[in-house]
């Protein structure tokens, strides 16, 4: 059944903010009217950036949502969800993921010495950085220079070449959540913590929000490690995922 209080939808997602915080973020005004919600339980279609990305709590209305997608279709959803996807559609491409969600005693300071906030100028740089990780599938998924006008982006510079850079995915101060993504540094630069300065410095332009989270592979031991070292923790493992139309 389709669902399209705003309230009650927001409600359902507040049983679990973290693991809901880029669906809060989608009720904002921007993206609300792009999206198709399902109940029983909660499931989430959402058209943006030429795809169709299904977000789920629960199984209950997987099927009548994936009536609503463009196919492929990018899964974001738990163990349970997965299967029930898989009874309707054929799922290739799994990455298990953590969400992991900012649960620190404060904030870092803001950090300005070597660190610059990124703009629309900087797209084509940024672009470059992330061609980097390309040959490992390492870049960054959903990047798009939109984000740099509507985020938040910090990067490094060395002589004119980006070498680090990392953002958001989404803020949505209305509804006190964001997501932190789109982090990557450099192949040849790595081992020096700029990785570290450069989320730090996107978490500290966070401040006030309630619910921060970013997504990380689960084999990244490396990731996880300075992540929690600026006081994220795992809340729950996911499997991205893409789903195509079963003949």
């Known amino acids: 059944m389709r669902l399209t209080d705003k309230n009650e939808i927001r409600s359902i997602l507040h049983r679990d903010p973290r693991w809901c915080v ?9 993206l609300f009217h792009k999206c198709h919600w399902f109940t029983p339980d909660l499931t989430l279609v959402l058209h943006e950036y030429g795809t169709s990305i299904l977000f789920a709590m629960g199984t209950g209305s997987i ?3 994936l009536e609503e997608v463009t ?16 009874w309707h559609a054929n799922v290739s491409s799994q990455q298990r993921m953590w969400r992991m969600t900012f649960e620190g005693a404060a904030l870092p300071p803001p950090i300005t010495e070597g660190v610059s906030r990124l703009s629309m100028a900087d797209s084509p740089a940024i672009d470059k950085l992330y061609a980097d990780g390309e040959a490992t599938g390492e870049n ?14 910090f990067g490094v510079y060395e002589d004119n ?37 450069v989320t730090a410095a996107v978490l500290a332009e966070l401040h006030g929000i309630q619910t921060i989270g970013l997504n990380v592979r689960a084999d990244n031991a490396a990731a996880i490690h300075v992540y929690e070292s600026l006081g994220f923790v795992k809340h729950c493992e996911f499997i991205e995922a893409l789903a195509t139309r079963r003949a």
């Open 161 to 197: 070449d980006l070498i680090a850079a990392a953002g958001t995915h989404l803020v949505a101060r209305d509804e006190n959540v964001a997501a932190i993504g789109n982090i990557y540094v450099r192949r040849d630069r790595r081992g020096r913590g700029l990785g570290r300065l």
């Open 140 to 153: 960054p998924d959903f990047f798009y220079a939109a984000m740099l006008k509507d985020g938040v982006f």
């Open 71 to 86: 196919w492929p279709a990018h899964l974001q959803v738990r163990e349970d969800a997965l299967a029930k996807v898989a």
């Open 63 to 65: 099927a009548e949502a």
């Open 22 to 30: 880029y669906a809060l973020g989608d009720l904002t005004p921007r």
